[in-house]
C-alpha cells in the first residue's frame, strides 16, 4: 500500500514537471512570435514610408508597392501564427487548470470522507461498547443507564443534524463591503465641515491621530508605574504525559461535554472563572472609550475590545476547569489598573458563571455567560450563552453584545487548532448606534487573511461612520467613512457597498507572549498571575482548588484523584439540597424557587442522581449564589445573575467575614 502511494506520489510529481514544461515551451513559441512581429511590423513601417516619398516623383513605384505586399504578407503571417500559439497556451493552461481543480477537488473530498469514517467509527464503537455492557453486565437496568448517562437512546445519531447547522466548513462568504482610500480634498478639511459627516465628530483626520498617540503614549506611562506588588511571571513547565485518547474520546460522542469525567491531561490550570476575566487583558481599551467625547468613537474602542477578549485563544487547546458550584474569582487590580472584577459560579448545569467589574476609570462591565458545548468526532463547538453588558458614568452609554461561537479541529487527528466565527451586534441602547461585526470562519480555500474580522459603525440612522478590520488574534484597525455607494453586483445578487475611508488608525494590538509560552501552556502575561497565591481571597476562590494547584505543580496523577473527590463532594451536597427541596415542596412549605434562566431550560438534561437512578430536568434545587443576585435584566429582559454587593466590603472587614461562604474545597 505505502509503495503504490509512494509510486502514485512520483506519478503525478512527473505529470507536474511534463505539464510545466508544456506550458514553458509555449510561452517561448509566445516570445518568438512576439519578436517576429515586431521585426517585420517596422520593416512593413519603413516600406510604407518609403513609398509615401515615391508619391509625386517620377520613379516606378511598381517594385516598392511589390516590397510592401511581400513584407504585409508576412506580417500577417506572423500575426496568425501569435494568434495560434495564444490560443494553444490558453486551451493548454484551461485542460491542466480543470484536471489540477478536479484532483485538489478529489483530495478534499477524500479528506471529508476519511473524517466522515472516523467519526463513525468513534460512533460504533462506542454503541457496541455500551451494548456489550448492557448485555453482560446490567441486563435489567439497560434504559436507566441510557438515561443516567445523559443521552437518550439513539439520540447521538439523530442530534447529528442539529450540531451541524452550527459548523461552517469551507464556506467563503464575499466580504459586505469594498473599503476605498478617500478623495484627497477630504484630507485637508475639517470632518465638521465635510457634508455628510455628523458634526459631533469635529475633528480631521489628524487630530484623531494626535488623540489616538496621546492615548496610547498614556497607556504606555500607565505600565510604567510601580505595580502594587510583584506578579509572577513564570509557572511550572507543562509535562509531557502521554494519554490514550481515543478511551476517553469514544465515550464522548454526542454528550454535552460539561457532563464528561476529563482527567486534568486535557486541562490547563485555570479554572473557566479565570477564563472569563482574561477577558479584561485589554481594559485599557475601555479606559480609552471612557474619555471619547464621540459616542460612534467610543463604540470603535467597544467593539475592539469584544474582538480582543479571543486573541488569548489562538493557541489555548486546553480545556479550562468547570468551576465547582459557589466557586469564585476575584481580580483586584485597583491599583495597576484601576478596577476589580469579581466572577461566581451561580449554576453547575448548564455552567453558568456571573462576572461583574468595576473600574475606577468610568467603565462597568458585566455578564453571565452559560456554555453549551458539543463534541462531534471531528470538531468540538462551544456555544457561549448570555450578554455581555458595558456602561460608561459619564455618558451614560450602556452598550450590549454576545460572545460568537468556539470550535475546536482536530480532536482525533492532527494536530488541534481553535477558530471562531459568527456575528455580533455592539449596541448602544441609550443612541441606537451599532457595530456589526463578523468574525470570518476559516476556510481552506479563502484567499482572505486567516481569522479575519470586519465591521461597520452606524449610528441609529443606519448611516456608516467607521469602518473596523483586522484579525482576532493580532490587531484592530479604524478607518472613518467619508462618502459611501451601491456597488455592483455582488455573489448572488447582492449589492456591496462602496465606502470611501480616510487612512487607517491601529485601535488595538496584540501583546506579545511571554519569553517559554509554549512551555506554559501559551498563557498571556495576564494569565500566569491569574492562579497566583494571594493572602485575604474568599475560601471559595479557584486560586484555593486542590486538584488545579495540583496539576499546575505538574502532580498531575494527584490532581486527578483530587478532582474525581471534589465531584463526588460536589454531587452528594447537591443530592441532599434537591432532596430538602422535594420534601420541602411536599410539605407545602411557602419557599421561593429560582426562575430557570432561558439557557437552563435549553440546556438541562437528564441528569446523574445516587447510584443509578435518574434526576429529571428542571431540577427542583433551591441553590441561591452567594454574591449575585437572579433578577429580570431591566435592559434586555432576560434572567440574569447581577451583582448585589458585599464581596469587598466582607474582604475589607477587620476580621475578614467569611462566615457564609460554603465549604466546596
Not at 429582559?637 to 457564609?660: C, F, L, N, R, V
Request: aromatic letters at 8%.
Amino acid at each position: 500500500g505505502g509503495g503504490g502511494g509512494a509510486g502514485g506520489g512520483l506519478g503525478d510529481r512527473a505529470e507536474v514537471q511534463s505539464t510545466l514544461r508544456s506550458l514553458s515551451s509555449k510561452v517561448e513559441d509566445l516570445s518568438t512570435c512576439n519578436d517576429l512581429i515586431a521585426k517585420h511590423g517596422s520593416a512593413l513601417q519603413r516600406s510604407l514610408s518609403e513609398l509615401e516619398g515615391l508619391r509625386g516623383g517620377a520613379a516606378d513605384p511598381t517594385d516598392k508597392i511589390r516590397q510592401v505586399n511581400e513584407r504585409a504578407t508576412l506580417f500577417r503571417i506572423t500575426s496568425n501564427a501569435m494568434i495560434n500559439a495564444c490560443r494553444d497556451f490558453l486551451s493548454l493552461a484551461q485542460s491542466h487548470s480543470r484536471r489540477w481543480h478536479k484532483a485538489l477537488q478529489y483530495e478534499r473530498d477524500q479528506r471529508v470522507r476519511l473524517e466522515e469514517t472516523l467519526e463513525q467509527l468513534a460512533k460504533q464503537h462506542n454503541h457496541l461498547e455500551r451494548a456489550f455492557r448492557g448485555a453482560t453486565v446490567l441486563p435489567a437496568t439497560t434504559p436507566t443507564t441510557a438515561q443516567h448517562k445523559g443521552v437518550s437512546p439513539g439520540k447521538g445519531d439523530l442530534s447529528d443534524e442539529d450540531d451541524e447547522n452550527e459548523f461552517f466548513d469551507a464556506m467563503e462568504d464575499a466580504p459586505e463591503f469594498i473599503t476605498v482610500p478617500a478623495d484627497p480634498k477630504y484630507h485637508k478639511r475639517s470632518g465638521s465641515n465635510v457634508s455628510g459627516i455628523s458634526s459631533e465628530m469635529g475633528m480631521d483626520d489628524s487630530s484623531l491621530d494626535e488623540q489616538h498617540l496621546a492615548t496610547n503614549s498614556e497607556s504606555s506611562q500607565s505600565k510604567e508605574l510601580v505595580p502594587h506588588r510583584k506578579r509572577r511571571s513564570r509557572i511550572p513547565d507543562k509535562p509531557n504525559y502521554s494519554l490514550n485518547l481515543w478511551s476517553i474520546m469514544k465515550n464522548c460522542i454526542g454528550k454535552e461535554l460539561s457532563k464528561i469525567p476529563m482527567p486534568v491531561n486535557f486541562n490547563e490550570p485555570l479554572s473557566m472563572l479565570q477564563r472569563l476575566s482574561e477577558d479584561l487583558e485589554y481594559s485599557e481599551l475601555l479606559d480609552r472609550a471612557a474619555k471619547c467625547e464621540s459616542a460612534l468613537e467610543q463604540l470603535c474602542y467597544v467593539a475592539a475590545f469584544t474582538v480582543s477578549s479571543y486573541s488569548t485563544t489562538v493557541h489555548r487547546t486546553g480545556k479550562p476547569f468547570n468551576p465547582l458550584l459557589g466557586e469564585t474569582f476575584e481580580l483586584d487590580r485597583l491599583a495597576e489598573r484601576g478596577y476589580r472584577s469579581l466572577c461566581e459560579q451561580v449554576s453547575h448545569h448548564p455552567p453558568a458563571a456571573a462576572h461583574h467589574v468595576e473600574s475606577e476609570r468610568g467603565w462597568t462591565l458585566r455578564q453571565e455567560i452559560a456554555l453549551a458545548s458539543k463534541f462531534r468526532g471531528k470538531y468540538l463547538s462551544i456555544m457561549p450563552l448570555g450578554t455581555i453588558h458595558c456602561s460608561f458614568a459619564k455618558s451614560g452609554n450602556h452598550y450590549t453584545w454576545k460572545k460568537v461561537t468556539t470550535t475546536v479541529h482536530n480532536i482525533i487527528v492532527g494536530k488541534l487548532w481553535i477558530d471562531q466565527s459568527g456575528e455580533i451586534d455592539v449596541v448602544n441602547h441609550k443612541t441606537g448606534d451599532r457595530c456589526h461585526l463578523k468574525f470570518a470562519p476559516y476556510s481552506y480555500f479563502s484567499r482572505d487573511v486567516a481569522r479575519k474580522v470586519t465591521g461597520v459603525v452606524m449610528d441609529a440612522a443606519g448611516k456608516a461612520h467607521f469602518v473596523l478590520s483586522g484579525t482576532w488574534d493580532e490587531k484592530m484597525e479604524f478607518s472613518r467613512v467619508m462618502q459611501s455607494s451601491r456597488g455592483e453586483n455582488g455573489t448572488e445578487g447582492k449589492h456591496k457597498t462602496v465606502y470611501q475611508t480616510l487612512r487607517a488608525r491601529e485601535l488595538w494590538r496584540r501583546h506579545p507572549l511571554p519569553e517559554g509560552a509554549d512551555n506554559m501552556y501559551f498563557f498571556s502575561e495576564l494569565a500566569l498571575t491569574l492562579n497566583e497565591e494571594e493572602e485575604g481571597v474568599a475560601p471559595t476562590d479557584s486560586r484555593a482548588r486542590p486538584d488545579q494547584r495540583l496539576m499546575e505543580q505538574g502532580r498531575w496523577d494527584e490532581a486527578n484523584a483530587e478532582k474525581q473527590r471534589l465531584e463526588e463532594k460536589q454531587r452528594s451536597v447537591r443530592r441532599k439540597r434537591e432532596s430538602e427541596a422535594v420534601r420541602a415542596v411536599e410539605e407545602g412549605e411557602e419557599r421561593a424557587l429560582p426562575v430557570e434562566s432561558p439557557a437552563e431550560t435549553l440546556l438541562t438534561n437528564s441528569e446523574e442522581g445516587p447510584t443509578g437512578t435518574a434526576l429529571k430536568s428542571p431540577h427542583v434545587d433551591n441553590y441561591k449564589a452567594m454574591w449575585f443576585e437572579r433578577c429580570k435584566d431591566p435592559v434586555t429582559q432576560e434572567e440574569t445573575h447581577i451583582y448585589k454587593g458585599g464581596y469587598w466590603e466582607a474582604k475589607a472587614k477587620e476580621p475578614q467575614d467569611w462566615s457564609s461562604c460554603p465549604d466546596i474545597f
